[in-house]
């Protein structure tokens, strides 16, 4: 799956405490990363589930600033039962900024959330 996102000073390392520079924050390229492979698995949930993100790895290796538009490309790359391992990549233009790995698991909304309480 492949998604695009603008980097604005919302997702910014300043705006959200991660750093101090007007650059795409890591904890937001993150969010970019799980979004992209959370809606990657809509096609195959049954009513009443979704996915919930269970591990991620991410590497962050370039800088972006705001008015970039990021480009998130993820790929299952295995499913086992409800579990479900993703690798991804993330471009800024041409430029390669960031890449990992993340897991996600499908459960039922309300088995689920009956847990928590």
């Given at each position: 799956?492949?998604?695009?996102?603008?980097?604005?000073?919302?997702?910014?390392?300043?705006?959200?405490?991660?750093?101090?520079?007007?650059?795409?924050?890591?904890?937001?390229?993150?969010?970019?990363?799980e979004n992209t492979c959370?809606?990657?698995?809509?096609?195959?949930?049954?009513?009443?589930?979704?996915?919930?993100?269970?591990?991620?790895?991410?590497?962050?290796?370039?800088?972006?600033?705001?008015?970039?538009?990021?480009?998130?490309?993820?790929?299952?790359?295995?499913?086992?039962?409800?579990?479900?391992?993703?690798?991804?990549?993330?471009?800024?233009?041409?430029?390669?900024?960031?890449?990992?790995?993340?897991?996600?698991?499908?459960?039922?909304?309300?088995?689920?959330?009956?847990?928590?309480?």
């Amino acid at each position: 799956m492949t998604k695009f996102f603008d980097v604005t000073t919302d997702n910014t390392a300043q705006e959200m405490g991660s750093g101090t520079l007007e650059v795409l924050a890591t904890p937001s390229a993150i969010a970019m990363a799980e979004n992209t492979c959370m809606e990657a698995c809509y096609d195959f949930l049954k009513d009443g589930e979704t996915t919930v993100g269970t591990f991620i790895e991410f590497h962050h290796i370039k800088a972006s600033l705001v008015g970039s538009k990021i480009k998130v490309v993820s790929e299952i790359k295995e499913q086992d039962g409800k579990k479900i391992a993703f690798q991804f990549e993330m471009f800024d233009g041409d430029k390669k900024i960031g890449y990992g790995n993340h897991n996600r698991a499908v459960v039922n909304v309300a088995s689920f959330l009956s847990h928590i309480k």
